[in-house]
């Protein structure tokens, strides 16, 4: 007996059609609800890493100042220490790629294609990682720059933290708040 007969043998009994069509009307629910949801949510939280790595962005430069400057104290007479980081683009989007690699007799073909996710809505290419914006330069105050010894080792230290070299890092005597620098001469 097969699908067909079964089904024919259930047209007497009301009751069965009945239940028949509420499970199958139940069933194309739950599937139409299922491909909303499940591509929304894709969607949704490609959405919130992307809005997570901009808004990051500046908190990225803002805490790297931070740290530096807390690093820097640390050196003996350095003081007090004020850090500006100067960064370059923003933050880099390295996208999931699979690739296919076919070679013959004196050929070599590579191909690669963005992974892609996202439901019936749309599609979109799988953020594989942020990379954080790439540091160009650093202005670096500190009370104790004065000495030239303090100042030499500012120097060295913020161009091994930041990855830097000295030649894109600028040190300065901070002056004293509510204080003008000698040399100036108001009017």
Known sequence: MGIVDRIKSFKGDRRMMKAVIVFGVAGLLLIMM?????????KKSTDKAVLSAELSSDAYCSETERRLEDFLRKINGAGEVKAFIKVGS??????????????????SEEEEKYVLIGGSSGKEALVETVEAPEIE?????????????????????????????TAKIYVARLSSPGKAPASYQGG
């Not at 330069?137 to 004065?146: K, M, P, Y």
């Open 34 to 42: 299922s491909a909303l949801t499940d591509g929304g949510s894709d």
């Open 90 to 107: 923003e933050q880099k989007y390295i996208y999931a790629t699979e690739g296919k690699k076919s070679v013959s007799d004196k050929k």
């Open 137 to 165: 330069g650093a202005v670096i105050l500190c009370s104790g720059c004065g000495d030239p010894a303090v100042r030499e080792q500012v120097y060295r230290a913020a161009a091994a933290a930041l990855g830097l070299p």
